[in-house]
Structure formats: C-alpha cells, structure tokens
Nanobody, 121 residues
Framework: QVQLVESGGGLVQAGGSLRLSCAAS????????MGWFRQAPGKEREFVAG????????TYANSVKGRFTISRDNAKNTGYLQMDSLKLEDTALYYC??????????????WGQGTQVTVSS
C-alpha cells in the first residue's frame, strides 16, 4: 500500500516557477517508478513527466520538456516536479502517481489527491 500526498501548488504569474512535492508513505516507494499528471477543467488527465525507481531515467510530455524537471529523493520518500517558465496553459490540478513512468494512466495503481496550480497573466 502506498499513500501519496501532493503539496506546493498555488497561484503564480506567467514566467514564474513552482516546485511540487509528492510525499509517499509505505516501504515500497523507492522500488517503484512514479509520474506526474495534470487535469484542467473540462479536459482529460494528461501525462506530464515520469521517473524510474532510482531516478536515473526520466521522460516528459512535449508540452513541458525543457521547462519542467522531475526528480525524487528516495531517502525522504518524496518525489518532486520543478516547474519553470510557467504558462497560462499549465493551469491544472496536478497529481502524482506510483507504479509506472509511462503516459498511460492505467499503468499506475496509486494516486494522490492533487494540488492546484494556477498561472495568471
């Protein structure tokens, strides 16, 4: 069993930065890949970034490549999403998930409740 709690969301101006955290409980976090997703109102949940269990391999959606950085600290059972050069279209509810690093939501078996990111002009 893995429980995930996101934090770090908020209101930021376009061009600004935020760092999201995903705190995990359970002993298996360090042995599992994880990912970040987001969902804007009226839209489907979309993949943002994924990272393997050791943090040596990452993957990103084209829309965030070069602006967002996914990382993890297994000693702290925490994953991160550093978001720079934020755009209005990055506004969404951001979720972390455990079990995979792939874009398909069905490959993940644990999800957090989400943290809201709002980018203003």
């Amino acid at each position: 069993q893995v429980q995930l709690v996101e934090s770090g969301g908020g209101l930021v101006q376009a061009g600004g930065s935020l760092r999201l955290s995903c705190a995990a409980s359970g002993r298996t976090f360090s042995s599992r890949a994880m990912g970040w997703f987001r969902q804007a109102p009226g839209k489907e949940r979309e993949f943002v970034a994924g990272i393997n269990y050791s943090g040596t391999t990452t993957t990103y959606a084209n829309s965030v490549k070069g602006r967002f950085t996914i990382s993890r600290d297994n000693a702290k059972n925490t994953g991160y999403l550093q978001m720079d050069s934020l755009k209005l279209e990055d506004t969404a509810l951001y979720y972390c998930a455990s079990g995979s690093m792939l874009p398909n939501t069905r490959t993940y078996d644990y999800w957090g409740q989400g943290t809201q990111v709002t980018v203003s002009s």
